[in-house]
């Protein structure tokens, strides 16, 4: 089972990226609703956790990445994972901002109970090494996670509001910005931003919902269990189904799949593989 290329598909959302002059503030706004209805039917596809609780976090989590990805570079690959402990959940979520893709899924089972919340961030630049960051932060709200982030991972002040069912915008702060402008903005100031500053736009981006664990891809990560036992990892039969780590998809995988990626990485350099896998 494979997945198109985020390009070849019809549904995505609009992120629209502004600068507001005199104010030195980034901001991104979107309309997920397509996003959201991606997520909702690979949700039922791959029969995700029926947990309202659990799926409309996951869904509020993915928001806010969303917009966070957006106001990336390009060429970058950037990943969250993030330990809640009521509910006890762990969320993952990943993109690549070459292709304006986003996916990501949690785990319910076998989740550590631990003192706090975790947020850890990993970030590259295709094919590059690899920056970690890890921070705390209390309750379950993603808003206030992810505003925690930046300020103690990236040191500088960011803003994220819900505006509507499926709105959302992120304003954050660049050098020079005025910061007590930026703390004292609430709810009801964001529809008179645009007749009160300086406004310019930057860019428009697509919001994918796409992974990429097409059989290629996953095959490599069970190389490793391949070289040091195949004949257990296959249990004497030519396919097995594997559950994808970073969105949840259910793929059968055939053996020999395996045994061509497990050549294909004997023959490979240091630094050959430059893909988000």
Same mark, same amino acid.
């Given at each position: 089972?494979?997945?198109? +290329? ?6 995505? &959302?609009?992120?629209w990226?502004h600068?507001?002059?005199h ?7 979107a309309?997920?609703?397509a996003? %959201?209805? &991606? ?9 995700w956790?029926?947990s309202?609780e659990?799926?409309?976090?996951f869904?509020r989590f993915? /928001? @806010?990445?969303?917009l ?7 060429r970058q690959?950037?990943?969250?994972? @993030? #330990? ?7 969320? %993952?979520l ?8 986003v ?10 109970s !631990? ?9 590259s ?5 690899? *920056?970690?960051s ?10 206030? *996670? /992810?505003?925690?982030?930046y300020a103690?991972?990236?040191?500088r ?6 505006t509507?069912?499926?709105r959302?915008r992120?304003?954050l *702060? +660049?050098?020079d ?13 964001l ?6 500053e ?5 860019e428009?981006? =697509?919001?994918?919902? #796409? ?9 490599? @990560?069970?190389? =490793? &269990? ?8 296959f ?8 559950v994808?780590?970073?969105?949840a /998809?259910?793929h059968t !995988? ?21 893909? &988000?896998w």
């Amino acid at each position: 089972m494979q997945d198109s +290329h985020p390009q070849d598909q019809e549904s995505f &959302s609009e992120v629209w990226n502004h600068f507001i002059r005199h104010r030195n503030v980034f901001s991104v706004e979107a309309d997920l609703e397509a996003l %959201f209805s &991606s997520l909702a039917f690979h949700r039922k596809r791959y029969q995700w956790d029926p947990s309202p609780e659990a799926n409309e976090l996951f869904q509020r989590f993915l /928001a @806010i990445f969303t917009l966070h990805a957006a106001a990336r570079p390009k060429r970058q690959v950037l990943a969250w994972t @993030i #330990h809640l402990q009521n509910p006890l959940l762990n969320l %993952f979520l990943a993109a690549d901002t070459d292709q304006d893709s986003v996916a990501g899924r949690f785990f319910r089972e076998n989740v550590k109970s !631990i003192q706090e919340n975790r947020f850890y961030q990993e970030v590259s630049i295709r094919g590059g090494e690899v *920056a970690r960051s890890i921070c705390t932060f209390r309750g379950s709200d993603p808003i206030v *996670a /992810a505003e925690n982030y930046y300020a103690q991972s990236e040191q500088r002040p960011a803003r994220f509001f819900q505006t509507g069912e499926n709105r959302f915008r992120l304003l954050l *702060a +660049h050098p020079d910005c005025d910061v007590r402008w930026l703390q004292s903005l609430e709810q009801k100031d964001l529809p008179h931003l645009d007749e009160e500053e300086t406004v310019v736009f930057m860019e428009r981006r =697509p919001a994918f919902w #796409h992974c990429g664990c097409v059989e290629k891809n996953l095959t490599k @990560i069970l190389v =490793p &269990s391949f070289a040091e036992d195949p004949e257990a990892l296959f249990a004497g039969k030519e396919t097995l189904e594997m559950v994808c780590p970073r969105c949840a /998809a259910r793929h059968t !995988i055939r053996r020999e799949a395996v045994e061509a990626a497990a050549s294909e990485e004997q023959k490979k350099e240091p630094g050959d593989d430059a893909s &988000s896998w």
